[in-house]
């Protein structure tokens, strides 16, 4: 009797250190990622809202950032569609100050990620529905004609889809 008890104390015990090594583990996308050389993603901006870009943005850099720790090259494409296309316009007069702000905000992160090697795009469809001379649009932006097409080419290329609203 002593025996079996002690055999199932020790029972528990490994299994409740073994628990407390998983969860002091930092959590990583490993099973995910097995036998991922490149990571490709496009992410289809279609938002009206400037604070959930500029929140989006940030989570697309630690998703860049996050690929490279774990030895995966990203290869990431931002397709602005929609409304989300003033957002990447120069013309920032129908916005309010904070919204402006939040703007810069946006403007330095799509510089910065550029320079990483993530591309951006805008829809030329949406800029004319929206009345946004395409001049207008940032320089690290590329004006193309339909996101829609793009987005079927970038997935028939191997692209994974990530919608954004």
Do not use: H, W
């Not at 199932?8 to 995910?32: C, E, H, K, Y």
């Not at 959930?52 to 290869?75: A, S």
């Amino acid at each position: 009797m002593k025996r079996v008890l002690l055999i199932s104390l020790a029972a528990i015990l490994m299994a409740t250190s073994q628990a407390v090594v998983q969860a002091a583990a930092p959590p990583d996308d490993r099973g995910a990622l097995l036998g991922v050389k490149t990571g490709k993603g496009v992410f289809d901006i279609n938002t009206t809202e400037v604070d959930k870009l500029t929140l989006y943005l940030q989570v697309i850099k630690e998703t860049q950032e996050g690929l490279k720790k774990q030895r995966v090259k990203p290869d990431l494409i931002v397709a602005f569609r929609g409304a989300s296309v003033r957002f990447v316009s120069k013309e920032r007069g129908n916005f309010t100050t904070e919204e402006q702000e939040n703007l810069l905000e946006t403007d330095e992160m799509i510089s910065e990620l550029s320079k990483t090697g993530v591309r951006f795009e805008a829809c030329a469809i949406a800029t004319r529905l929206y009345n946004i001379n395409n001049k207008s649009i940032l320089p690290a932006v590329r004006v193309v004609g339909n996101t829609f097409i793009s987005l079927i080419g970038y997935q028939s290329k191997g692209y994974n889809l990530i919608p954004i609203y």
